[in-house]
């Protein structure tokens, strides 16, 4: 009896860090260590539920613990990104890939948008109300995309705000906050414009990848 092919992920997001040479080596040692995708999928939700926390500790704080406050949140959100990444990657080379697997990798990503952009709806020059709005989309912009792949149609990660590009705007946030002159601060309310754009740009995402699918799949029935 022949044994069936191992599991391998499908339409996965395209992303040209996985060709680098520091990201092969990075989740090969990974790998190597033993680490368990599932265990960086976790990994990655809990660096994003602590960025939020620090965006969120912004409007308490003043001076150079805000600023401090400001890069961590921006590291953190790049630690998410790398999670994401590296899960994948390591399931692969580890050839322990599966549909649970997937579990991992979608729903980690829903909390972790969640309290990113909560967490920056407290933040200084924030707005509650845009934070879970933003949050919202994003979820909305990764539920169209799973609707949509599993009535057929691609697995589309186009933008303009897929969640690289909202993570993006967020670490430049964090990064101008911390750097940026003190009298800069506050002129704009920097992240309530940030969340803006992302709850205008994800619905322009989200509206997008409805009628690519709508349109491959009335392609499909003719």
């Known amino acids: 009896m022949i044994p069936d092919p191992p599991y391998a992920p499908t339409d996965r997001r395209p992303l ?3 060709g680098t040479a520091w ?13 368990s995708p599932n265990a960086i999928s976790v990994f990655g939700m809990v660096a994003a539920g602590c960025a939020g926390c620090t965006f969120a500790a912004t409007s308490h704080w003043t001076g150079v613990p805000q600023r ?9 959100c790049q630690v998410r990104l790398l999670c994401n990444l590296f899960d994948g990657m390591v399931a692969i ?18 909390v972790s948008d969640s309290a990113i952009f909560i967490g920056l709806g407290y933040a200084a020059g924030g707005g509650v109300t ?5 949050a919202l989309v994003a979820v909305f ?3 169209v995309r799973m609707t949509a792949a599993n009535v057929g149609a691609p697995n589309d990660f186009c933008g303009p705000l897929a969640k690289p590009q909202r993570m993006a705007l967020v670490t430049m946030l964090g990064v101008y906050m911390t750097f940026a002159p003190g009298t800069w601060h506050g002129l704009t309310g ?9 709850i205008a740009g994800g619905l322009i995402t989200a509206i997008r990848r409805l009628w690519r699918a709508a349109v491959f ?6």
Request: aromatic share 10%; proline share 3%.
């Open 141 to 143: 912009v990764a539920y």
């Open 16 to 18: 040209k860090s996985r």
């Open 23 to 35: 990201a092969k080596w990075a989740s090969h040692g990974l790998a190597s260590a033993g680490v």
């Open 130 to 134: 845009f934070g879970y709005l933003a």
């Open 93 to 110: 080379e580890r050839k322990i890939a599966s549909p649970t697997g997937e579990l991992y990798n979608e729903v980690p990503d829903r």
């Open 68 to 76: 401090l406050a400001w890069l961590l949140g921006a590291i953190l």
């Open 217 to 222: 799949l009335g392609g499909q029935t003719q």
């Open 190 to 198: 920097e992240a309530r414009a940030v969340l803006l754009v992302v």
